[in-house]
């Protein structure tokens, strides 16, 4: 093997950037190849969207940045430094709700705010006043209202995968990572929700890297989307988006908005043969 | 009335059943008390020679629950060394089966070697039997967290003490609690089994000194507050792990409490 000539460096603008990154589950004959040789780069404050076919590696790509997986070769960097050692705070609605079956919802969403600083070393302190308040006001922007104290599995799939977003959002992340978070959620819901979503990074400004299976939704909320294809697992397109903000639901009847999500739909539909230059 | 009441009755009722069919066949086949003496004769022992008997239970009542104790404490701490790791698991647990399989009456004699007839040997008898089992459950309920569970914690970049305090500890306190219905059980068959081979207080000893004097409804009133101290202690941990771990068992009315 070559040694580099010097150790790799994070691009100077970019708060998350993926270098040649490959992943590879298991091992010998039960090798999976989920990512090959990706390059990513998403600036401060940005919204990207991933999209591409079921099984493409973007749960993977999620993984690799919140350092819950190392990459088999390649270097994953957020905020300047490689991943894991960076003091970034990280919010992460995984694509199952993964509620703590034994905490009602409150301390489920209460839990970042239990571990992560600075708000971990006012926890004790706060945990029955300021944390309580604010968790049931998320709790209430996303329609649970008055469900603080049920437990995980008194609710239906929809109202956890919305505790779920909330706990990714109470500790006020500066990366928010969201892997399909409105997936099992009715139209409606989900719209409202998405509004919800754009007025928060409106005003807070984090960095987000959301992973759906719906245009519209990509188109709706990301300034950037990210095309993926399947096996080998790998970007194989972007394209801004350049609607201004606030988006509403009423533009994704807009002639424009439509060309770009058949487009969208177009490159992901085509067989990875095509692509293959 | 509803299924669980029923329930409730029918067994309430068996168990009354058991002890009239137990007088009636004594009575209708003649059976001497030297061999099978009736209920009505235990419980009538059992008044008569309370003050005689009270001091022994206590005797085994605090022999078990030392044991108990001492085995909690090594348990929880095994298990927790045991399921810290899947690694650690899948080389301990062979080990831990093997010496569960142990016949452990067979360790009486040598803890009389080692620290002479009384109620150390009992203590530690106890302790041994109860700690097989926790340390299996700690270390299966730690060994299987769903790692998706983990995964919360990591992505806030939690220490491994955040991880073990948070996930996983709370996700074995089922097995923990389940484990300690059996274990106490467990705990007092131990110190009977000590108290009958070397010692000289306790229900085991006092059944034993019956037996050799032909005082058989004396040894039956001793099976009987064996019987009785077992059951509730049964009962106490299973209410306690209902309370403790009742997301676990899902009822409706826990979520209502
Ligand atoms: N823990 C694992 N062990 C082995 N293979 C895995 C594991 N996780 C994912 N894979 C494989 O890696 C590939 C990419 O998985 P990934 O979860 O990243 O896909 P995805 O793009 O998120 O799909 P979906 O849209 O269905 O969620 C898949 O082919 C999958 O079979
Ligand atoms: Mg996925």
């Known amino acids: 093997m070559l040694a580099p000539a010097s150790s790799p460096r994070a691009h100077a603008d970019a708060f998350v950037e993926l270098q040649k990154v490959t992943h590879t589950y298991g091992r010998g004959d039960k090798e999976v190849r989920a990512l090959e040789s990706t390059d990513l780069r998403i600036e401060k404050g940005d919204f990207i969207a991933l999209v591409g076919p079921s099984g493409c590696g973007k749960s993977t790509i999620l993984k690799l940045v919140t350092g819950l997986i190392n990459a088999s070769s390649g270097v994953v960097f957020v905020a300047g430094r490689e991943v894991t050692a960076e003091p970034v705070r990280v919010g992460m609605a995984f694509q199952n709700p993964t509620l703590l079956p034994w905490l009602t919802l409150r301390d489920n969403v209460m839990l970042p705010l239990k571990i992560v600083a600075p708000f971990r070393q006012e926890y004790r302190a706060k945990r029955r006043s300021e944390f309580r308040d604010r968790v049931d006001a998320l709790l209430a922007q996303v329609g649970l209202a008055g469900f603080a104290d049920k437990y995980p599995w008194q609710l239906s799939g929809g109202m956890m995968q919305r505790a779920s977003l909330c706990r990714a959002l109470v500790h006020e992340p500066q990366l928010l990572m969201l892997d399909e978070p409105f997936g099992a959620l009715d139209q409606f819901t989900r719209e409202e929700l998405w509004g919800i979503m754009q007025e928060l990074w409106m005003t807070r400004r984090p960095t987000v890297l959301l992973v759906t299976h719906d245009l519209k939704e990509a188109a709706y909320l990301a300034n950037r989307i990210c095309v993926m294809q399947a096996r080998p697992g790998r970007i194989i397109q972007e394209s801004v988006v350049g609607f201004a903000r606030p988006r509403t639901i009423a533009l994704s009847y807009d002639p424009e908005f439509v060309t770009l999500t058949q487009r969208l739909r177009e490159l992901i539909m085509r067989p990875a043969k095509e692509t293959v230059q | 009335m509803n299924p669980q009441l029923r329930r409730r009755f029918a067994s309430a009722a068996l168990i009354i059943g058991f002890f009239v069919a137990w ?65 650690a698991y899948d080389v301990a647990y062979p080990l831990l089966v093997g010496f569960s399989s142990i016949p452990k009456v067979a360790v009486v004699p040598i803890f009389v070697l080692w620290f002479g007839a009384g109620t150390i040997p009992a203590v530690l008898t106890a302790m041994i039997l ?38 996983g500890l709370p996700r074995t306190m089922p097995y923990f609690f389940a484990s300690l219905k059996v274990a106490v059980t467990q705990a007092f068959v131990g110190t009977v089994i000590a108290e009958t081979v070397a010692s000289n207080r306790g229900i085991g000893n006092l059944m034993m000194i019956a037996s050799s004097s032909f005082d058989v409804p004396l040894v039956f009133a001793g099976l009987l507050i064996l019987a009785v101290l077992g059951v509730a202690l049964y009962v106490v941990f299973s209410f306690i792990e209902v309370r403790v771990t009742g997301w676990a068992h899902r009822k409706d009315e826990f979520a209502m409490g």
């Open chain 2, 23 to 87: 007088e009636l066949l004594c009575v209708a086949f003649g059976i001497k008390d030297i061999v099978l003496p009736r209920p009505s004769q235990i419980v009538v022992t059992l008044a008569q020679r309370m003050p005689a008997i009270w001091p022994h239970a206590l005797q085994t009542l605090y022999t078990t629950l030392v044991g108990f104790a001492l085995g909690i404490l090594a348990g929880v701490f095994l298990g927790a060394l045991v399921g810290s790791s899947k690694l």
């Open chain 2, 130 to 167: 109860c700690v097989f089992p926790i340390v299996v459950n700690v270390a299966t309920g730690l060994a299987t967290t769903e790692p998706e569970l983990e995964d919360v914690m990591r992505a806030l970049k939690a220490s491994k003490f955040d991880i073990l305090s948070n996930v």
